[in-house]
């Protein structure tokens, strides 16, 4: 009798993944491409002061939140790197410059990035947009000023989150570098001259794989930002204007971080290993 409903459950939470989700972050982006241009007459109004004022607010919280734990995987980095790098024989340590760290500095770190930005700035954003707060609950979808309240809400995020993003890969990219020439001895890290780091990359070529990495965290960014509002904004309507005679779930809010959660962390991996 108990096994109906759960196999029910696993159905409904199914549809939801792999069917309604996508094509709510379909809608969603599309209704930030219609809100586009009414947001560019909002800035050419006389509410330009107070819309650029609130844009760089938003922009600096979006990259300062992410800032400290991102500081923590940096020296994190730094130390076990180095560890590893003075464990490694001179024979071994060859073979892991031609194959691990390319594939570290292309695919491990913007993995790990965006793990801490879904659950740091993610989660953040996901758990506000259930809350019903901000202006954007208080206007129909379609309308002029629901969308610029959209456009208002989202996209400061969404340049946040990839300027954090790009940011922060480059700063673990370097830490990766500076730990593993410095070998375990976090008292010689300052001490390794800026260009003979430089000259490690370009002696190895691995330029490309630090682009092609910071691409992909930038990618990554962009994603986890429009599923959290996209799957946010949708259950807080969900919550807040409930349909007539219909109670409110409140394994909706549930159900929204953690479908939110999953799915930015399946795209980071499906971006992170793309060729």
């Known amino acids: 009798m108990k096994a109906k409903p759960l196999i029910a459950k ?5 549809d939801r993944v792999w069917l309604q989700n996508p094509w709510t972050i379909v809608e969603f982006i599309g209704q930030l491409i219609r809100a586009f241009p009414h947001a560019l007459a909002d800035i050419g109004s006389a509410r330009w002061r107070s819309t650029t004022k609130e844009f760089g607010r938003v922009l600096i919280r979006s990259v300062v939140r992410s800032f400290l734990p991102v500081l923590g995987l940096v020296a994190v980095v730094v130390w076990s790197i180095g560890e590893l790098s003075h464990a490694l024989g001179p024979v071994t340590r060859s073979t892991f410059e031609q194959s691990v760290l390319p594939l ?5 770190i913007p993995i790990v990035l965006a793990t801490v930005i879904t659950a740091r700035q993610g989660a953040t954003l996901v758990a506000k947009y259930l809350a019903g ?6 206007h129909p979808t379609e309308s002029t000023e629901g969308l610029i309240q959209l456009q208002r809400e989202v996209m400061p995020r969404v340049v946040g989150g990839v300027v954090a993003s790009v940011i922060f890969h480059l700063l673990l990219c370097w830490g990766l570098l500076f730990g593993y020439l410095s070998q375990g ?9 800026f260009h003979t780091v430089v000259e490690f990359v370009r002696q190895h070529e691995l330029q490309s794989n630090i682009y092609l990495g910071t691409a992909r ?12 509002s996209a799957l946010g904004m949708r259950g807080g309507r969900r919550v807040d204007s409930p349909q007539a005679g219909q109670l409110t779930d409140p394994e909706d809010r549930y159900d929204a971080a953690w479908e939110s959660s999953v799915m ?3 795209l980071s991996f499906l971006i992170a290993f793309l060729p």
């Open 10 to 14: 696993i159905l409904e939470r199914a």
């Open 104 to 108: 570290l500095l292309e695919t491990i």
């Open 185 to 193: 001895n976090l008292a010689e890290v300052s001490a390794v001259p």
């Open 133 to 138: 707060v901000g202006q954007w609950i208080k």
């Open 264 to 266: 930015s962390l399946l």
């Open 217 to 228: 965290s930038a990618a990554s960014a962009l994603m986890i930002v429009l599923i959290a």
